[in-house]
């Protein structure tokens, strides 16, 4: 990038509902970035001490009138006042390489025409975690479909073109990756994201995976999006 160039603001947008646990860990790793950070943080309802979290630490906070993550993320978006826009889910941390990565990213003009995702880790030593990790691997390199899990980088402008989040409580995340990539290419950012293992350490990641694959498949089919949310959070 040109010297004379002013870097590219970044904005975050982080949907939150009763993430008081986890918050603060996320705005840790969020104060790594060297340049001027837009965090948008908006609230689905939270009836715990998340809201009181972000305001003590100087955050705005945008609150919908419904807990729809899809809503969430698309309030975000229209708040955002940074040239690139970072979607991540509240129960997240940040490998140490991710600054360096984005600085690199968002220093290339070409950068803008791709979306970029995380690399899904679990801190977690069990070969099944190993195994989802794998899973993941494959389907976002191969079948470019990172999940709203692996976080969501990607230029402004791309973002609007591509239509932007739908206010939908699930597949929110899929349903924007098959737009954008009908056009544009996804890539990785090359830098974990560690995803907290509470949804997973009592689950059979194997069982997990049929219900979800599915769940896709109906809603592919165009069922209701509140019936399979019911079913996924059964």
Known sequence: MDKLQKFPTLSVIIPT???????PLLLADLRDWPYNLDLNIVDGGSTDLTVSIAQIEGIKVLKSLESNRGSQLSIGA???????LLFIHADSRLDKGWVINLIKIM???SSQHYAWFFDFKIKQ??????????AVALRSYFLKRPYGDQGLLI????????????????????????????????????????????????????KRAIKNAR????????????????????
């Not at 030593?125 to 190993?130: A, G, T």
């Open 155 to 206: 230029h402004k402008h791309l973002y609007y073109i591509s239509g932007g989040f739908s206010p939908l409580n699930i597949m929110e995340d899929l349903d924007l990756i098959i737009r954008i990539g009908k056009t544009n290419k996804i890539k990785s950012i090359q830098a974990n994201i560690f995803t907290s293992n509470v949804k997973w350490i009592n689950q059979n990641i194997v």
């Open 125 to 134: 030593k069990k070969l099944q975690f190993r195994i989802l990790e794998m």
């Open 17 to 23: 509902l009763n993430e008081a646990n986890n918050l």
């Open 78 to 84: 229209s708040n955002a006042k940074g040239d690139w």
């Open 107 to 109: 220093s290339k003009l």
């Open 215 to 234: 769940l896709r498949r109906k809603w592919r089919q165009g069922y209701d999006i509140e019936k399979l949310s019911k079913e996924y959070n059964s």
